[in-house]
Nanobody, 124 residues
């Protein structure tokens, strides 16, 4: 079982940057994929970005490409989401998730372990 704890959320202004962290503990294998999703009020949870455990492959949603960067530090079992040029539309609760079957696809149903989420609010 893997436990995930997100941190780094907060209130920022449009154009600002923020870095989220997700600390993973428990049994973690090299085949795992780690991802970030987000959920805004009244909306469904949506995919943001994913990275394989080695860090060699990434996948991004179109609406964050060029602004967000996902990375991981395997020495700390931590995944990061660097968010630049933030927009009010990025306001959401951001969740870290683990997919044990590999792959970088965006379907939330393929991710079996989730963190508690961290709130990101971007004011205009």
């Amino acid at each position: 079982q893997v436990q995930l704890v997100e941190s780094g959320g907060g209130l920022v202004q449009a154009g600002d940057s923020l870095r989220l962290s997700c600390a993973a503990s428990g049994r973690i294998f090299s085949t795992y994929t780690l991802a970030w999703f987000r959920q805004a009020p009244g909306k469904e949870r949506e995919f943001v970005a994913a990275v394989n455990w080695s860090g060699s492959r990434t996948n991004y949603a179109d609406y964050v490409k060029g602004r967000f960067t996902i990375s991981r530090d395997y020495t700390k079992n931590t995944v990061y989401l660097q968010m630049n040029s933030l927009k009010p539309g990025d306001t959401a609760v951001y969740y870290c998730a683990v997919r044990v079957t590999g792959g970088l696809g965006p379907g939330a149903e393929n991710y079996g372990c989730w963190g508690q989420g961290t709130q990101v609010t971007v004011s205009s």
